[in-house]
T-cell receptor, first 112, second 114 residues
Framework: DAGITQSPRHKVTETGTPVTLRCHQT?????MYWYRQDPGHGLRLIHY???????DKGEVSDGYSVSRSKTEDFLLTLESATSSQTSVYFC???????????FGSGTRLTVV | GENVEQHPSTLSVQEGDSAVIKCTYS??????FPWYKQELGKGPQLIID?????GEKKDQRIAVTLNKTAKHFSLHITETQPEDSAVYFC?????????????FGKGTKLSVIP
């Protein structure tokens, strides 16, 4: 979607290596979210941010960390990737005063 | 917190027939209910939403109904077409101070058979 970009789109990495996924927005939205999507589980929230340097955990935060040093970028880091973190990762935005999300196109991560 | 249940998990319909997907939510304070459509290889996209002060909303072939008393809401797609084939997610927003996120159902895979 215009205004939100995820990178990379695809990544294969080895178990135990660190991985960082990037979400970049041009909408100046305050709220940003990281979800993972797995068959049978739908969309599960990993972490979210409600402002620069303001972040909080979601329901599946173990093994993940995030950082938001400026409004436009929200980074998701897997400190030491495991096979259970093989998934499709989506970033989402929400503007102030609204409830609907705009999702990015996703990053397919495979940990071998 | 909020909990959203979505049914069915898969749904097959003949082209031209109607499709209905149902969701229930647990917290009566929830006040906003969007529906998202996810096509293969893409991120979910908002297709329609409804707020708790409205019982029904329509947009061409899609409609959403909300029953606050029963705490359930439904997506209705009429005159289905092959391009309606996708995964659909419902969600609920728990209102109130400190509420920052939507809670999603697990999704329904809709297949429209030509």
């Amino acid at each position: 979607d215009a205004g939100i970009t995820q990178s990379p789109r695809h990544k294969v990495t080895e178990t135990g290596t660190p991985v960082t996924l990037r979400c970049h927005q041009t909408e100046n939205h305050r709220y940003m979210y990281w979800y993972r999507q797995d068959p049978g589980h739908g969309l599960r929230l990993i972490h979210y941010s409600y402002g620069v340097k303001d972040t909080d955990k979601g329901e599946v935060s173990d093994g993940y960390s995030v950082s938001r040093s400026k409004t436009e970028d929200f980074l998701l880091t897997l400190e030491s990737a495991t096979s259970s973190q093989t998934s499709v990762y989506f970033c989402a935005l929400r503007g102030e005063g609204g409830y609907g999300y705009t999702f990015g196109s996703g990053t397919r991560l495979t940990v071998v | 917190g909020e909990n959203v249940e979505q049914h069915p998990s898969t749904l097959s319909v003949q082209e031209g027939d109607s499709a209905v997907i149902k969701c229930t939510y647990s917290d009566s304070a929830s006040n906003y209910f969007p529906w998202y459509k996810q096509e293969l290889g893409k991120g979910p996209q908002l297709i329609i939403d409804i707020r708790s002060n409205v019982g029904e909303k329509k947009d061409q072939r899609i409609a959403v109904t909300l029953n606050k008393t029963a705490k359930h809401f439904s997506l209705h797609i009429t005159e289905t077409q092959p391009e309606d084939s996708a995964v659909y997610f419902c969600a609920a927003w728990l209102g109130g101070a400190g509420s920052y996120q939507l809670t999603f159902g697990k999704g329904t895979k809709l297949s429209v058979i030509p």
